[in-house]
């Protein structure tokens, strides 16, 4: 019989990987152990299984951000420096680069918004610091701001203001010979020479007039009449809410008419075949000239903040703003028209949208809702009974 002889050794603990034999090999579970408690030294996001995330490694919260925090494998949250807003990748400040100009102080609110403290006579437009006075649009005047779009003008002796700038008619020498005096922006009367008289436009010569029994007879323009030796200024009362019609707008020279209640189909129309105050050339007025009627209302008056303007050539749906045009705000209705009107009038201002996709508004026109002060449109192709109003224009 053999003899087994086992020396004296010293055993150690060690792991032990079976592997051929029906075991498990746990060497990975070791080392996604050591990843994992490295993950957790870094602060960083473990996936459960085997990877750990750091998003927040290359500091994408950028120099104004205090902290960055790892929510998940490419996620992370950011705190900023006071003044400073996380837009979801970064701290940023949206007054960084000054975006209300020279005038103004800027104001982050967040990370795209901000708010602008303008100098005096500066009006923020919701994105900068705006003075319409600079550079001064008057002319011959001096130029008073009272919005980021609005102004007044206060003309020199012998312009006037005709909403925009200071003219004075008599520049170009619409007299002629005479000599000639303005008497309102697009208004004047002319001096004539002997053998000349004033017919409302120039000065004319007494040879084209009727002459009987030593007395003149001559034709005048429309708006004036004869008084045996010039034409004289018919005389019409100022548009209010009291006098009768047609009177003058002496603040645009416009002579309006009547109120009248027109079929929408036949709106377009109806002004060319007018005969009131002995005028036959009336015509409907387009949307600025409506909105000139306009009393009270910063926003929809002619020249204010609703950009909607045939003048400027802006008819489309870019142009309406619904917070801006679509009415006046808490005026009274009774002192929006200077007529005192209430009701929806028409003009000649066709909408014109860019997205005829989505605005198919062929044939529709601009108006006023004196209710409101709000801009609207009409469809005047509309076949029907519905009503709309309107006042003409000369």
């Not at 003044?83 to 990748?89: D, K, L, P, R, T």
């Not at 007494?206 to 003149?216: A, F, Q, V």
């Amino acid at each position: 019989m053999k003899t087994l002889i086992i020396s004296n050794v010293l055993l150690f603990a060690i792991p032990l990987f079976f592997t051929a034999c029906g075991g498990t090999d746990n060497s990975e579970e070791i080392a996604n152990a050591f990843e994992r408690e490295e993950c957790d030294r870094i602060a960083g996001f473990w996936d459960g299984v085997s990877k750990c995330y750091n998003p927040c490694g290359n500091n994408p919260c950028g120099s104004h951000g205090i902290s960055c925090k790892n929510t998940g494998v490419e996620a992370y949250e950011c705190k900023c420096d006071d003044g400073y807003f996380s837009n979801g990748s970064k701290c940023v400040n949206p007054c960084d680069y000054n975006p209300c100009g020279n005038h103004g102080a800027c104001k982050a609110t967040g990370a795209e918004t901000y708010e602008c403290i303008c100098e005096d006579n500066y009006f923020s437009d919701g994105i900068r610091c705006q003075n319409p006075c600079d550079p001064n649009p008057c002319g011959h005047g001096s130029c008073k701001s009272t919005s980021a779009e609005n102004y007044d003008c206060i003309c020199d002796d012998n312009y006037f203001s005709d909403g925009t700038k200071c003219l004075n008619p008599c520049e170009d020498n619409p007299c002629g010979n005479g000599t000639c005096k303005s008497i309102g922006a697009t208004s004047y009367n002319c001096k004539c020479v002997n053998g000349e008289f004033f017919d409302g436009f120039q000065c004319e010569s007494l040879s084209n007039c009727d002459l009987t029994e030593g007395t003149y007879n001559c034709d005048c323009k429309d708006g004036f009449e004869w008084d045996g030796s010039n034409c004289i200024v018919l005389e019409f009362p100022e548009c209010s809410t009291a006098n009768k019609t047609p009177c003058i707008d002496s603040e645009t020279g416009f002579m309006w008419s009547s109120k009248s209640s027109v079929s929408i189909s036949g709106v377009k129309s109806f002004c060319s075949d007018l005969a009131e105050g002995d005028f036959d050339n009336w015509r409907l007025p387009n949307i600025d000239e409506l909105r000139s009627l306009i009393n009270g209302c910063s926003n929809t008056k002619v020249g204010g903040n609703c950009n909607v303007s045939a003048t400027n050539g802006c008819l489309s749906e870019t142009c309406w703003d619904d917070e801006i045009c679509a009415s006046c705000g808490t005026t009274s209705a009774s002192t929006i028209s200077k007529f005192g009107d209430s009701e929806d009038f028409c003009s000649s201002s066709p909408f014109s949208p860019t997205d005829t996709d989505y605005y198919d508004y062929y044939g529709w026109l601009f108006g006023v809702e004196f209710s409101t002060g709000g801009i609207l449109i009409f469809n005047s192709d509309y076949v029907g009974n519905d009503k709309v109003y309107v006042r003409c224009v000369r």
